[in-house]
């Protein structure tokens, strides 16, 4: 059974810092490009940025809004994506998703709730 | 920046009827769109892939169709599990975008 489960999730203050990570089973880690999407609350789903699989690199790509606050790293001796998240803004309140990323989401954790305020 | 365009916003609908949502992208993705349901406080799920190709598991009154800039989301005979918000993505070019979702209200 596949399963993705985010945790790090909390309460920040705006202009700090938090770390999430996205523990894998189920599948091979390594095979794919993990992404991460977020939802704030009452709102639609935004992309917040990808990891492609070594095979094609590693690299990453990321949305205008977090670009050069937010790094997406994968360990895939571990089976785990992380998204570092900083200078963090209260705006970036939001559900973060971890998925499975196939050109198409095949696969979602549960979420893990970000909120930043002071 | 690649903009979907969903329609309508909400639905109401009785069970049984028929439900169409469109997906309209500012410019030419060929077929590379797709379709997730998401049911309150759930992870949204994949429902149709690459505009028109079913996903295992996914019941087969869930179909789409379109190319291009045009798709459509039909679920036939809705059932009551169908409420949900429907969302269409893109990942024909960077940034990956989403359409503002669909709210169906089973009546």
């Known amino acids: 059974e596949v399963q993705l489960v985010e945790s790090g999730g909390g309460l920040v203050q705006p202009g700090r810092s938090l770390r999430l990570s996205c523990t894998v089973s189920g599948f091979t880690f390594g095979d794919y490009t993990m992404s991460w999407f977020r939802q704030a609350p009452g709102k639609g789903l935004e992309w917040v940025g990808f990891i492609r699989s070594n095979t094609y690199g590693g690299t990453t790509e990321y949305a205008a809004s977090v670009k050069g606050r937010f790094t997406i790293s994968r360990d895939d001796s571990k089976s785990v994506a992380y998204v570092q998240m900083n200078s963090l803004k209260t705006e970036d309140t939001a559900v973060y998703y971890c998925t499975r990323y196939r050109g198409y989401i095949d696969y979602w954790g549960q979420g893990t709730l970000v909120t930043v305020s002071s | 920046e690649i903009v979907l365009t969903q329609s309508p916003d909400f639905q109401s609908v009785t069970p049984k009827e028929k439900v169409t949502i469109t997906c309209r992208a500012s410019?030419?993705?060929?077929?590379?769109l797709h379709w997730y349901q998401q049911k309150p406080d759930q992870s949204p799920k994949l429902l149709i892939k690459s505009a028109s190709q079913s996903v295992s598991g996914v019941p087969s009154r869930f179909s789409g169709s379109g190319s291009g800039t045009d798709f459509t989301l039909t679920i036939n005979s809705l059932e009551a599990e169908d409420a949900a918000a429907y969302y269409c993505?893109?990942?024909?070019?960077?940034?990956?975008?989403f359409g503002g979702g669909t709210k169906v209200e089973i009546k």
């Open positions: 993505h893109q990942s024909g070019s960077l940034p990956l975008t």
């Open positions: 410019q030419s993705i060929g077929s590379s």
